[in-house]
């Protein structure tokens, strides 16, 4: 699918092969500003993130109420005690995991389909997992209904990953697990990256966790953040 040409290089060449744009909404300015103000300025710059991140609608991942406030700088309520993800805290996990067009990531926590969204333009195939029926319900539909193809939702708990279709590329973890369940890191790929805000009730930090090629684990904490804890086995 990459289209080569021998007169684009670096972020035109990404942008090239991601293809045309889509067509301009009424969110279009906001999002541009979104990806400029809260993103570029916080120092994420890998340039098919960033166009990713201005061409897809959050939007219509929150509920219609609240729609106005989908790109502000904060997470937003999307029912069932569940938030989706402030836009910087999407961005810069979605930079930590490091996807690429051919890997296959496993998700915990669907909530409102966005980050899957986002990770579908960027990889070949994105399983997530929702343990809120109807969320999972929801976000199903939503992501089939807007064309993301390559996303299966499955409704279940995280904790047990999703052993059919392990090893995965990347795993990204968008609910607080008191510690990294060894399920989950079983089902990383060598070579693979692990990235989950880990730790009990609200002292949580986004922790990062390679896995060698030789099978070793390297683990680092990036930053403190806030997320919904992971309901437990
Ligand atoms: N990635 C989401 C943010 C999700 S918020 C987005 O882009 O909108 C975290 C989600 O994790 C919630 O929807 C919550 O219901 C779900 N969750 C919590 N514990 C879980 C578990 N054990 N297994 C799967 N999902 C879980």
Redesign the pocket.
């Known amino acids: 699918m990459l289209r080569r040409s021998p007169h684009l290089f670096g972020a035109a060449a990404i942008l090239a092969a991601l293809g045309p744009a889509p067509a301009p909404d009424a969110y279009t300015s906001q999002r541009q500003r979104m990806v400029r103000e809260q993103i570029e300025s916080r120092g994420i710059h890998r340039a098919d993130i960033l166009h990713v991140l201005r061409t897809t609608p959050r939007h219509l ?1 929150v509920p219609e109420g609240i729609r106005e406030r989908a790109y502000d700088d904060c997470a937003l309520p ?1 029912g ?6 402030q836009p910087y805290i ?1 961005a810069l996990m979605t930079d930590l995991l490091t996807p690429q067009k051919h890997q296959r990531i496993l ?10 969204a986002v990770l579908a333009q960027l990889t070949e195939h994105v399983y997530t ?4 029926p109807d ?1 999972a319900e929801s976000s199903r539909e939503k992501l089939a209904g807007l064309g993301y193809s390559n996303v299966t939702v499955r409704q ?4 047990r990953g999703w052993p059919e279709e392990a090893p995965f590329d990347g795993i990204i973890v ?2 607080a697990p008191a510690e990294v369940p060894r399920t989950l890191i079983d089902q990383l790929a060598r070579g693979g990256r692990l990235v989950a805000p880990v730790g009990a009730g609200w002292a949580q930090n986004l922790t990062v966790i390679e896995k060698r090629v030789d099978g070793a684990l390297v683990t680092y904490s990036v930053a403190p953040v806030l ?6 086995k």
């Open positions: 991942f999307i069932s005690g569940s938030t989706i993800s999407v998700e915990i926590g669907t909530g409102s389909g966005y980050q899957a997992i929702e343990i809120m969320l279940g708990n995280g904790y968008t609910a997320f919904v804890p992971m309901k437990s």
